[in-house]
């Protein structure tokens, strides 16, 4: 069946770091690929997607690479803020309509 | 307001009672999707509305959860019988069309079994 394997938390780093929380999947087929946040006391909202192989999708200083010979979709940003704090979740969607999502990672962005 | 409502954002319920939870999705959205996020379990998937029918009803635990969806809008997460494996947050979102993801979340139902 379809999987997402995604880095365990809690990342804690300070304002102005690199961010990375790794993101590997297992799949049938060519599945799209997504980022997901989850903000304290906000819903899940859509960060990022891909469709297809190296398709890089970006989103509020965030980006993520398909790869597909590595079955990866890293989520990386450049210098995180404070506002960042989140928790994050990969997911795929195969055929059918349902996602697939890993088990989150909580970032803690101190200043 | 504009986003996906559901309701109550908290239940507390004896097991073995019944419990029926609300979403209404965004405006015009025409599937319409419900998740369940435990500990130990992450975010799973439930069921999946396209209108009024549900084609994708291959996540629901067990025959004591049932869904419909009404008018192609409003729908409700009925769960029998509870039991205390049933704890956990109930997630509704909407799409303006099964070819799309979601782009938003409800905010959840958090469901506590006592």
């Known amino acids: 069946g379809n999987s997402v394997t995604q880095m365990e938390g809690p990342v804690t780093l300070s304002e102005e770091a690199f961010l990375t929380i790794n993101c590997t999947y297992t799949?049938?087929?060519?599945?799209?690929l997504f980022w997901y946040v989850q903000y304290p006391g906000e819903g899940l909202q859509l960060l990022l997607k891909a469709t297809k192989a190296d398709d890089k999708g970006s989103n509020k200083g965030f980006e993520a690479t398909y790869r597909k010979e590595t079955t990866s979709f890293h989520l990386e940003k450049g210098s995180v803020q404070v506002s960042d704090s989140a928790v994050y979740f990969c997911a795929l969607k195969a055929a059918g309509n349902k996602l697939t999502f890993g088990g989150g990672t909580r970032v803690l962005v101190k200043p | 307001g504009a986003g996906v409502s559901q309701s109550p954002s908290n239940k507390v319920t004896e097991k073995g009672k019944d419990v029926e939870l609300r979403c209404d999705p965004i405006?015009?959205?025409?599937?319409l999707y419900w998740y369940r996020q435990s500990l130990g379990q992450g975010l799973e998937f439930l069921i999946y509305f396209q209108g009024n029918s549900a084609p994708d009803k291959s996540g629901l635990p067990s025959d004591r959860f049932s869904a419909e969806r009404t008018g192609g809008s409003v729908s409700t997460l009925t769960i029998q019988r509870t039991q205390q494996e049933d704890s956990a947050v109930y997630l509704c979102a909407s799409s303006l069309n099964s070819g799309e993801q979601p782009q938003h979340f409800g905010d959840g139902t958090r469901l506590s079994i006592l």
């Open positions: 799949a049938t087929g060519y599945p799209s």
């Open positions: 405006s015009g959205h025409t599937a």
